[in-house]
Structure formats: structure tokens, C-alpha cells
């Protein structure tokens, strides 16, 4: 299993980025996918999620408005656009699979929920 994230670089303020994260090596549709962030020094923090069949999405408050998160379940891939982007936005992320079965309840927020994590790639956004 393995997931490969990309997309990552340099910024300035108010532009936009999209990062890809590639799957291989497992069922994607029966997963739920995450992209959170990490700055060093500081906490992993949630970003945004999607459902398996990407009906529900969910974002944390700072980035509400701004990134999307999509999926294309034929290429395995998940996607997170970012608009707007602000110089707090600088940190790696990283994207994250769940497996879940059926609709059993998951919290989509905690990185507890997730068991298989990409290598991250890094976004910096100049001001």
C-alpha cells in the first residue's frame, strides 16, 4: 500500500497550488481520504477529508472557502486544491487513507482515524 503525494512548491500569497496524492496497492473506493498538515515543531492538523464516494466533504474552518478536496476513484488519486493561499499555509502535507466499511461512523478530522499515510510534500507560501 502506498500512497504518493505531489504537487508541492513555492507560492506567493493569493495564488494557488493543487497537490495530488496517488494510491497504489489498495481498494480506493473503500477509503476515506485526508490531507493534513504539519508545521515543524507543531502538531499534525486535519485539512480536509472526503467520503468514499466523494458525496461529503470536510474542511477545517482555516482553509474553508479557499481548498477543495476531490477524488477521481478510476485513477486512484485525490486531490486538493488550494486558492488564496496565505504564508500560514506553509507546512509539508500529507495525504491519509481510512478504510471503512460500509458507512460505519468515522470522524474524518482525527489523524487517528487513518492507517496509511503518503510521505508529504512540502508548500510554502511566500507573503
Known amino acids: 500500500v502506498q500512497l504518493q503525494a505531489s504537487g508541492g512548491g513555492l507560492v506567493q500569497a493569493g495564488g494557488s497550488l493543487r497537490l495530488s496524492c496517488a494510491a497504489s496497492g489498495l481498494a480506493f473506493s473503500n477509503y476515506v481520504m485526508g490531507w493534513f498538515r504539519q508545521v515543524p515543531g507543531k502538531e499534525r492538523e486535519f485539512v480536509s477529508a472526503?467520503?468514499?464516494?466523494?458525496?461529503?466533504?470536510y474542511y477545517a474552518d482555516s482553509v474553508k472557502g479557499r481548498f477543495t478536496i476531490s477524488r477521481d476513484n478510476f485513477k486512484n488519486i485525490v486531490y486538493l486544491q488550494m486558492n488564496g493561499a496565505k504564508p500560514e499555509d506553509t507546512a509539508v502535507y500529507y495525504c491519509a487513507a481510512a478504510f471503512q466499511v460500509l458507512a460505519t461512523p468515522i470522524a474524518p478530522e482525527s489523524e487517528y482515524t487513518y492507517s496509511t499515510w503518503g510521505q508529504g510534500t512540502q508548500v510554502t507560501v511566500s507573503s
Open positions: 472526503i467520503s468514499k464516494n466523494g458525496g461529503n466533504r
